[in-house]
């Protein structure tokens, strides 16, 4: 059981725009930023969002994050057969001392 | 060019241990905070320690704290993580992982190794 929870999988066609959500508490999301990465099976994850909202250099601008209380969210526009990957969200813990990860969202284009 | 190469994984018992090392190249680790994160087959990614560029703050999850020792030597380059009394659930590929940002709270992952894979099975 994730300390972060993120929907087991979404879909979507070409296209589309699909968000992908994560839920924490007070002492993660509440208080920390927020950062997402995609990964696919065999190859390194990849940063995607990191402090809530922001971009790394070199990521389109498809991809977009936002977070409000304790609950952040990824929204990608457009998707791309490419996109298709698992999605991970994660913040800092201030109770645990530690960073937390949700259990990943499975990303798939239809 | 930024690059973490993994290495001392393999397949050992439950109950004994093993030291990963991470050497990294094209950037002083120095001037860095540093992780290890893992992944269990399966299973989505999981934290599972960090040292600040000094080694003055080290922070570990609750799975392996107690058990896993992580340090670093700047003057080599090199990020190590000693696991004893290993037990099945620490199967997992591990990844070392540069953190971006001045502190654990606020820090994101950037740059990661291909990981390497640790095996716990009688």
């Known amino acids: 059981q994730s300390v972060l929870t993120q929907p087991p999988s979404v879909s979507g066609t070409p296209g589309q725009r699909v968000t992908f959500s994560c839920s924490g508490r007070?002492?993660?999301?509440?208080?920390?930023?927020v950062s997402w990465y995609q990964h696919l099976p065999g190859t390194a994850p990849k940063v995607l969002i990191y402090?809530?909202?922001e971009r790394p250099s070199g990521i389109p601008d498809r991809f977009s994050g936002s977070k409000s209380g304790t609950s952040a969210s990824l929204d990608i526009i457009g998707l791309q057969s490419e996109d298709e990957a698992d999605f991970y969200c994660?913040?800092?813990?201030?109770?645990?001392?530690?960073?937390?990860f949700g259990g990943g969202t499975k990303l798939t284009v239809l | 060019e930024v690059q973490l190469v993994e290495s001392g994984g393999g397949l050992v018992k439950p109950g004994e241990s093993l030291r990963l090392s991470c050497a990294a190249s094209?950037?002083?680790?120095?001037?860095?905070?540093m992780n290890w994160v893992r992944q269990a087959p399966g299973k989505g990614l999981e934290w599972v320690s960090y040292?600040?560029?000094?080694?003055?703050?080290?922070y570990y999850a609750e799975s392996v704290r107690g058990r896993f020792t992580v340090s670093r030597d700047n003057a080599k380059n090199s990020l190590y993580l000693q696991m004893n009394s290993l037990r099945a659930e620490d199967t997992a590929f591990y990844y070392c992982?540069?953190?971006?940002?001045?502190?654990?709270?606020?820090?994101?992952?950037?740059?990661w190794g291909q990981g390497t894979l640790v095996t716990v099975s009688s």
């Open positions: 094209g950037f002083p680790i120095s001037g860095y905070s």
């Open positions: 007070s002492s993660n999301i509440g208080s920390n930023p």
């Open positions: 994660t913040a800092w813990d201030d109770s645990l001392r530690g960073r937390v």
């Open positions: 402090n809530n909202n």
């Open positions: 992982v540069r953190s971006e940002g001045y502190y654990a709270r606020t820090e994101y992952f950037h740059h």
């Open positions: 040292i600040s560029e000094s080694s003055s703050h080290v």
